[in-house]
């Protein structure tokens, strides 16, 4: 099936450090979202872009929905170690057939205090 | 308060026993779905279901059966579980077939195949 490539797989900051990461396809999606799941819970939606080039924040963190509808990034700001966890991100196809939301592998992120 | 609840949250059996996962949603969601999460492979979707009595499969349904009977509940069935089946297996809804809102995930199920 389609595949979302997100980058990168894990990373290690200090706390108080901005972080990056991002979502490549070969499709073009038409709703981008980004989850975070927390250690032994299931994922939690931070924020859903619907337009090419739309930027949108939720405190700390602002995410971008690529102007050729292939990508989109999130960034998150003076990271705390709350932050810690795995984000997803996930793209919304036009086919009906495939139920829809294709998730990327996830980024995993370390703070340390 | 509005949520997915699935049961059991832990569950370790063995090979070839028949075991059913629940998932209910309060939230009159029409689109319900399941996923797996293994490590370095991110979410995988086994089945989906549009509305009542409408699923289909998603990327990785071999091994696994569901039903959609009633609106609220999406149960998923594992008629003869295999050691592969070993997983994490997260329900997720939404209010409508285009999830253009997002799911609403459950806590997650881990499942263990000995």
């Known amino acids: 099936g389609q595949q979302l490539n997100q980058s990168p797989q894990s990373m290690f900051i200090q706390e108080g450090e901005d972080v990056s990461m991002n979502c490549t396809s070969s499709s073009i999606f038409n709703t981008w979202l980004w989850y975070k799941q927390d250690p032994g819970e299931g994922p939690v939606l931070l924020i859903a872009l619907y337009k090419a080039g739309e930027l949108t924040s939720n405190g700390r963190l602002t995410a971008q929905f690529g102007i050729t509808r292939k990508d989109s990034f999130l960034n998150i700001s003076a990271s705390i170690p709350s932050d810690v966890g795995i984000y997803f991100c996930a793209g919304r196809t036009l086919r009906r057939s495939q139920g829809n939301l294709i998730f990327g592998k996830g980024t995993k992120l370390s703070v340390k205090p | ?114």
């Open chain 2, 1 to 114: 308060e509005a949520q997915v609840t699935q049961n059991p949250r832990y569950l370790i059996t063995v090979t070839g026993k028949k075991l059913t996962v629940t998932c209910s949603q309060n939230m009159n969601h029409e689109y319900m779905s399941w996923y797996r999460q293994d490590p370095g492979l991110g979410l995988r979707q086994i089945y989906y279901s549009m509305n009542v009595e409408v699923t289909d499969k998603g990327d990785v349904p071999e091994g696994y059966k569901v039903s959609r009977k009633e609106k609220r509940n999406f149960p998923l069935i594992l008629e003869s579980p295999s050691p592969n089946q070993t997983s994490l297996y997260f329900c997720a809804s939404s209010f409508a077939w285009d999830v253009s809102s997002g799911y609403t995930f459950g806590s997650g199920t881990r499942l263990t195949v000995v």
